[in-house]
C-alpha cells in the first residue's frame, strides 16, 4: 500500500460522503455531485458490482487532488477484494439500528435529533473504503467470512464506539492485518486523540505497524495497547518509536491475566531508558504485569533520573523484589512522579525500609549523627527531642480512653490530648532535614512485606506532607499488644494524606480500636478503607464513637468485615449522630434485619449519607427499599444544599447545552453544504489541474521531439562530414594502391616468361628420362622373372629337406632308450661320466683286499 500521509499535510475534506439516503434527494435537483447517479440508470459488472456506486466511490477520493490516495484505493481494491466484493460501499446506518439507545448523551431534550438515514463515513470523517478496509481486515483476523450482516453489526460498533474523539476497539481479537488498516485509518484522519486497542492479538507484527503510525501522527495523546500479545521485540519498536514521538501523552503497554499478555525482558531495559531520558511528552507510563524485574526497574530508574515529564507510573505485578523497589526507591527524589503504583511485586521488608527513606521515614532510633538533623543547631537535644514526641504520642494514644474522646463542653477529652501530643511532634518533626519527593499517591498493595517494612512506611507520614493517597492493602499490621503501632502516631501529625487503604491489613480489634481514636483526630483524611479487617462489638463501639464527633470523614468501607448485628446496631447509632459521612460501604458482612431497621432510624436523623451499600446480607427486600428511599432523600437535600451560585451555574450550563445542540444541528447542515461546494470545487479544481498537467506534457513531448530532431541533424551532419574526410583519404590511399599493383604485375609478368622459358626445359628433360627409364625397367623385369625362378627352387629343396628331418627325428626318438643320454647329447656325457664313476669306485676296494 502507498505510505502514509506525512504529518501536518493539509488538504480538502476528501471523505466528503452524503448524510442522508439516496432516497431522501430531491428528484428536481439536477445539481450536486449525485446528480449523475441519479441521471444514470444502475448498472452492474460481470461480477454484481453497482458500477455507478464504484464510480461516486473512486470520485470521493479522486476529487482530492492527491494522486497518492488513487494509488492507496487501488491498493485496497486489490488486496481485499474477495471481501469487498460481498459487502455494500455505502456505510449507512437506519434510526432502526439502536442508535439513540448508544447515544452517549441520556438528556432526550438536549441531544439533537438525529437523522433517519445516518452516514457512518459523515459523522466519523472517515472514507467509505477505510471503513470496508478495517471490516476486511477484522474478517481476516477472526477467520470470517466478510457479510452485510456483520458489516452492519460492525457499524454499529464503530458508531457506538469511535464517533467520538477516542478509537475504541477492545477485546475483539483482532490481529495484524487490522492493525494495518487502523494505521492506514488514522494516518489520514486528525479527529482521533486517543487510541484503546487492548485485549486484542496484534502481536510483533502488530507493534511494528502500531510504531510506524506512531511514528507519524501529530494528533494521539493516548494510546492503549495492553494485552495484546506483544513480545520484547515488539515492545522495543515501540519504545524506539516513543523516543521520536511528541504528541502521545498517556502510553498503556500492561498485561493482564489470561492469555495475549504482553511480556518484557532484559532486552528492554535499555530502550525504555532511553525512553525516559529522551521523551518530554509522556506523562503516563503503565508497565502492570510485563515481567519487567529487577532488571527492567534499573533501566526505569536510571531513565527517571533525567525525567521531569513523567507523572504517573504504574509497575505493578511485575516480580520486582527488594532489589527493583531499593532502584526505584533511589530515583523517587530526582524524579517528577506523582502517582506510583508497586502493588503486587514481591516487596519485602528490605524493599519497604528503602522506599520509606526515600518518603521521608526520620531514624527510629536516637541517633544525633544522622543527616537528617544536621541542620538543626543542637542535633543530640533535637533527635532526642523527637524520640520523646513519638514516645510520648504512642503513650497518649495508647492509654487515650476511647469512650472519652469527645466529652462535655468545660473539660478536656482524650482527643485533645492527642491533638496536643502531635502538636509537640510536629515541632520536633520540623527540626530534621527532610529532602521529599513530589509523590502524591502510591500504591503498595499485596506485598510480602512484614509489619516490620510497613512500619517504616507508616513512620514516613512523619514528616510527609506531600503524599495524598497510600494503599497498604494486603499487608502485614499485625501487632498482638499494639495494634498499627506506626499509624497511630503518623496519622495525628500528617495534615495532607486524604485517602488511606488498610483492607485485609490484619489489623486486629485492638488496631481498629486505636486507629479510630486517631480518625477521630485527623482533620484532613477524608476516604478510608478497612474492609476484610475483623470488627467486634468493642472495635464498633470505638467507631461508633469517632463516628459521632469527626466530620472530615467521607468515605469509610467495611466490607466483608464479619459484622453481625449487634455490631452493626452500634455503627447504626454513631451514623445517627454523624455530620459528615456520605458513604459507607458494609457489603458481604453477618447483618440482618435487625441492623437494617437501625440504620433506617439513623438515616431519619442523618441527612449527609447518601451511598449505603449493604450487598450481600440478609436483610429483607422491604428495609433495603425504605434504606434507598432515605438515601435518595437525602441525595435531594445535598443537591438543595448547594449555593446558590452552582444552582444558577448549572441552570446556564444546561441552557448552554440545549443551544449546543441546536447549533450542532445547523453545524452540521453547514458542514454538509460546505463539503459538496469543496466537493465541487476540488473537482473543478483537479479538472483544470487535469488540464494544466496534459497541457504540460504535450509541450514537454514537442520539446523532446524538437530537441530530438536538431540533436538528430546535428548528428547527420557530423556523419557527413566524418564521411567526406573518410573519402578522401581512401581516395589517396587507392591511387597508392594502384601505383604499387601496376608494379607488382609487371613483376609478376617477367616472372611468367622465365616461368614459361624454365618449363620449356624441364619438359625436354622428363622425355629423355622417360626414354631412359623404359629401357631399365625392361631389363629389371627380366631379373624378376630369373630371381622368381630361383625360389621357386629353393622353396622344393627346402620341403624335401623337411622331410627327411621329419623323418630322422621319428627314427631317433624310437632309439632314445637304447642309447645313452637319450636324445640329448649333454644326458649322454654325464651318464658316461656317472657309469666311470662307479666303474672307478668298484675297482678301489679290489685293490685293498689283498693286505
Known amino acids: 500500500m502507498a505510505p502514509p500521509v506525512q504529518p501536518g499535510d493539509s488538504f480538502p475534506d476528501w471523505a466528503a460522503q452524503r448524510q442522508t439516503s439516496p432516497r431522501e434527494i430531491p428528484r428536481n435537483d439536477s445539481t450536486g455531485p449525485w446528480s449523475a447517479q441519479r441521471q444514470t440508470s444502475s448498472r452492474t459488472n460481470s461480477k454484481g458490482r453497482d458500477v455507478n456506486a464504484e464510480a461516486k466511490h473512486k470520485m470521493s477520493w479522486f476529487a482530492a487532488g492527491d494522486r497518492e490516495r488513487q494509488a492507496l484505493l487501488a491498493a485496497i481494491e486489490r488486496d481485499y477484494a474477495p471481501e469487498l466484493r460481498r459487502i455494500s460501499h455505502d456505510w449507512v446506518l437506519s434510526r432502526g439500528c439502536k442508535l439513540q439507545a448508544e447515544s452517549k448523551n441520556d438528556d432526550s431534550d438536549l441531544a439533537p435529533p438525529l437523522p433517519r438515514y445516518l452516514d457512518l463515513s459523515e459523522v466519523l470523517g472517515i472514507p467509505n473504503v477505510m471503513l470496508s478496509a478495517m471490516l476486511a481486515a477484522k474478517c481476516r483476523d477472526q477467520n470470517i467470512l466478510a457479510t452485510k450482516e456483520r458489516q452492519q453489526r460492525f457499524a454499529e460498533y464503530v458508531f457506538a464506539n469511535c464517533a467520538e474523539n477516542s478509537f475504541k476497539m477492545k477485546e475483539l481479537h483482532l490481529g495484524p492485518d487490522f492493525a494495518k488498516a487502523v494505521a492506514l485509518t488514522l494516518s489520514f484522519c486528525s479527529r482521533y486523540t486517543e487510541l484503546n486497542l487492548s485485549g486484542n492479538a496484534l502481536g510483533d507484527q502488530g507493534a511494528q505497524t502500531m510504531a510506524t503510525l506512531l511514528l507519524k501522527t501529530t494528533t494521539l495523546t493516548s494510546v492503549d495497547l495492553s494485552a495484546n500479545d506483544i513480545s520484547c521485540k515488539g515492545m522495543n519498536f515501540i519504545l524506539r518509536t516513543m523516543l521520536i514521538n511528541r504528541s502521545v501523552k498517556a502510553l498503556d503497554l500492561s498485561s493482564k491475566t489470561g492469555s495475549n499478555r504482553n511480556r518484557f525482558s532484559k532486552l528492554n531495559a535499555g530502550p525504555l531508558e532511553d525512553l525516559l531520558l529522551r521523551n518530554s511528552t509522556l506523562q503516563r507510563l503503565s508497565l502492570s504485569t510485563c515481567t519487567l524485574g529487577a532488571i527492567g526497574a534499573q533501566g526505569l530508574s536510571r531513565g527517571l533520573v533525567g525525567n521531569q515529564s513523567l507523572k504517573f507510573l504504574d509497575i505493578s505485578q511485575n516480580d520486582l523484589g527488594d532489589k527493583g523497589a531499593c532502584y526505584i526507591a533511589s530515583v523517587l527524589k530526582e524524579s517528577a512522579l506523582e502517582e506510583l503504583n508497586l502493588a503486587d511485586n514481591n516487596?519485602?521488608?528490605?524493599?519497604?525500609?528503602?522506599?520509606?527513606?526515600?518518603?521521608?521515614?526520620?531514624?527510629?532510633?536516637?541517633?544525633?549523627?544522622?543527616?537528617?538533623?544536621?541542620?538543626?543547631?543542637?542535633?543530640?537535644?533535637?533527635?532526642?527531642?523527637?524520640?520523646?514526641?513519638?514516645?510520648?504520642?504512642?503513650?497518649?494514644?495508647?492509654?487515650?480512653?476511647?469512650?472519652?474522646?469527645?466529652?462535655?463542653?468545660?473539660?478536656?477529652?482524650?482527643?485533645?490530648?492527642?491533638?496536643?501530643?502531635?502538636?509537640?511532634?510536629?515541632?520536633?518533626?520540623?527540626?530534621?532535614?527532610?529532602?521529599?519527593?513530589?509523590?502524591?499517591?502510591?500504591?503498595?498493595?499485596?506485598?510480602?512485606?512484614?509489619?516490620?517494612?510497613?512500619?517504616?512506611?507508616?513512620?514516613?507520614?512523619?514528616?510527609?506532607?506531600?503524599?495524598?493517597?497510600?494503599?497498604?492493602?494486603?499487608?502485614?499490621?499485625?501487632?498482638?499488644?499494639?495494634?498499627?503501632?506506626?499509624?497511630?502516631?503518623?496519622?495525628?501529625?500528617?495534615?495532607?494524606?486524604?485517602?488511606?487503604?488498610?483492607?485485609?491489613?490484619?489489623?486486629?480489634?485492638?488496631?481498629?480500636?486505636?486507629?479510630?481514636?486517631?480518625?477521630?483526630?485527623?482533620?484532613?483524611?477524608?476516604?478510608?478503607?478497612?474492609?476484610?479487617?475483623?470488627?467486634?462489638?468493642?472495635?464498633?463501639?470505638?467507631?461508633?464513637?469517632?463516628?459521632?464527633?469527626?466530620?472530615?470523614?467521607?468515605?469509610?468501607?467495611?466490607?466483608?468485615?464479619?459484622?453481625?448485628?449487634?455490631?452493626?446496631?452500634?455503627?447504626?447509632?454513631?451514623?445517627?449522630?454523624?455530620?459528615?459521612?456520605?458513604?459507607?460501604?458494609?457489603?458481604?458482612?453477618?447483618?440482618?434485619?435487625?441492623?437494617?431497621?437501625?440504620?433506617?432510624?439513623?438515616?431519619?436523623?442523618?441527612?449527609?449519607?447518601?451511598?449505603?451499600?449493604?450487598?450481600?446480607?440478609?436483610?429483607?427486600?422491604?428495609?433495603?427499599?425504605?434504606?434507598?428511599?432515605?438515601?435518595?432523600?437525602?441525595?435531594?437535600?445535598?443537591?438543595?444544599?448547594?449555593?446558590?451560585?452552582?444552582?444558577?451555574?448549572?441552570?446556564?450550563?444546561?441552557?448552554?447545552?440545549?443551544?449546543?445542540?441546536?447549533?450542532?444541528?445547523?453545524?452540521?447542515?453547514?458542514?454538509?453544504?460546505?463539503?459538496?461546494?469543496?466537493?465541487?470545487?476540488?473537482?473543478?479544481?483537479?479538472?483544470?489541474?487535469?488540464?494544466?498537467?496534459?497541457?504540460?506534457?504535450?509541450?514537454?513531448?514537442?520539446?523532446?521531439?524538437?530537441?530530438?530532431?536538431?540533436?538528430?541533424?546535428?548528428?547527420?551532419?557530423?556523419?557527413?562530414?566524418?564521411?567526406?574526410?573518410?573519402?578522401?583519404?581512401?581516395?589517396?590511399?587507392?591511387?597508392?594502391?594502384?601505383?604499387?599493383?601496376?608494379?607488382?604485375?609487371?613483376?609478376?609478368?617477367?616472372?611468367?616468361?622465365?616461368?614459361?622459358?624454365?618449363?620449356?626445359?624441364?619438359?625436354?628433360?622428363?622425355?629423355?628420362?622417360?626414354?631412359?627409364?623404359?629401357?631399365?625397367?625392361?631389363?629389371?623385369?627380366?631379373?624378376?622373372?630369373?630371381?622368381?625362378?630361383?625360389?621357386?627352387?629353393?622353396?622344393?629343396?627346402?620341403?624335401?629337406?623337411?622331410?627327411?628331418?621329419?623323418?630322422?627325428?621319428?627314427?631317433?626318438?624310437?632309439?632314445?632308450?637304447?642309447?645313452?643320454?637319450?636324445?640329448?647329447?649333454?644326458?649322454?656325457?654325464?651318464?658316461?661320466?656317472?657309469?666311470?664313476?662307479?666303474?672307478?669306485?668298484?675297482?678301489?676296494?679290489?685293490?685293498?683286499?689283498?693286505?
Open 347 to 851: 516487596i519485602c521488608d528490605e524493599g519497604l525500609i528503602s522506599l520509606a527513606c526515600s518518603l521521608g521515614s526520620l531514624p527510629n532510633k536516637m541517633d544525633s549523627s544522622s543527616p537528617v538533623w544536621s541542620r538543626a543547631m543542637e542535633a543530640t537535644k533535637a533527635a532526642t527531642a523527637y524520640a520523646d514526641s513519638v514516645t510520648f504520642l504512642r503513650k497518649t494514644v495508647l492509654d487515650a480512653d476511647e469512650q472519652a474522646l469527645w466529652p462535655e463542653e468545660g473539660s478536656k477529652g482524650s482527643a485533645e490530648e492527642i491533638k496536643d501530643a502531635a502538636k509537640a511532634l510536629q515541632l520536633a518533626v520540623k527540626a530534621a532535614e527532610v529532602t521529599l519527593p513530589k509523590l502524591k499517591i502510591l500504591n503498595l498493595t499485596n506485598n510480602t512485606a512484614t509489619s516490620i517494612g510497613v512500619r517504616c512506611v507508616a513512620d514516613a507520614l512523619q514528616a510527609n506532607n506531600v503524599l495524598e493517597r497510600l494503599s497498604l492493602d494486603h499487608c502485614d499490621h499485625r501487632d498482638p499488644d499494639n495494634g498499627c503501632y506506626s499509624l497511630i502516631v503518623s496519622l495525628p501529625v500528617n495534615c495532607t494524606l486524604r485517602h488511606l487503604g488498610l483492607s485485609y491489613a490484619l489489623l486486629g480489634s485492638n488496631g481498629l480500636i486505636h486507629l479510630a481514636k486517631v480518625v477521630a483526630t485527623n482533620e484532613v483524611l477524608c476516604s478510608l478503607n478497612l474492609s476484610g479487617n475483623l470488627v467486634d462489638e468493642k472495635s464498633a463501639s470505638a467507631w461508633k464513637i469517632t463516628l459521632c464527633g469527626n466530620r472530615s470523614l467521607k468515605s469509610l468501607g467495611m466490607a466483608a468485615c464479619h459484622i453481625d448485628d449487634t455490631a452493626g446496631v452500634i455503627l447504626a447509632e454513631g451514623i445517627g449522630q454523624n455530620q459528615g459521612l456520605e458513604s459507607l460501604s458494609l457489603r458481604d458482612n453477618a447483618l440482618r434485619n435487625t441492623c437494617a431497621e437501625a440504620f433506617e432510624e439513623a438515616l431519619l436523623q442523618n441527612g449527609h449519607l447518601v451511598q449505603l451499600n449493604l450487598e450481600l446480607n440478609s436483610i429483607h427486600l422491604r428495609v433495603l427499599s425504605k434504606i434507598k428511599q432515605l438515601l435518595d432523600r437525602n441525595n435531594k437535600i445535598r443537591d438543595k444544599g448547594l449555593p446558590d451560585r452552582y444552582r444558577t451555574r448549572i441552570a446556564e450550563l444546561t441552557e448552554c447545552q440545549k443551544e449546543v445542540g441546536r447549533m450542532s444541528q445547523v453545524l452540521m447542515r453547514n458542514r454538509q453544504k460546505k463539503r459538496v461546494a469543496l466537493w465541487k470545487q476540488a473537482a473543478k479544481v483537479q479538472k483544470l489541474k487535469d488540464e494544466k498537467e496534459a497541457d504540460r506534457q504535450r509541450e514537454a513531448q514537442v520539446e523532446d521531439r524538437l530537441n530530438e530532431l536538431l540533436e538528430t541533424h546535428e548528428q547527420v551532419e557530423q556523419e557527413i562530414a566524418l564521411l567526406e574526410g573518410t573519402l578522401k583519404s581512401l581516395r589517396a590511399e587507392g591511387a597508392q594502391k594502384i601505383s604499387i599493383l601496376g608494379t607488382r604485375i609487371e613483376d609478376v609478368e617477367d616472372k611468367t616468361r622465365i616461368g614459361e622459358i624454365q618449363l620449356t626445359k624441364l619438359r625436354k628433360q622428363l622425355q629423355n628420362f622417360e626414354e631412359k627409364a623404359s629401357t631399365e625397367l625392361a631389363a629389371i623385369h627380366e631379373e624378376l622373372d630369373r630371381a622368381m625362378k630361383a625360389q621357386q627352387s629353393a622353396a622344393l629343396l627346402s620341403t624335401a629337406a623337411q622331410r627327411n628331418l621329419s623323418t630322422f627325428t621319428e627314427s631317433l626318438n624310437a632309439i632314445s632308450e637304447d642309447i645313452a643320454g637319450g636324445v640329448n647329447p649333454r644326458h649322454r656325457w654325464t651318464e658316461l661320466q656317472e657309469v666311470k664313476t662307479r666303474t672307478a669306485a668298484k675297482a678301489k676296494p679290489r685293490a685293498r683286499r689283498p693286505s
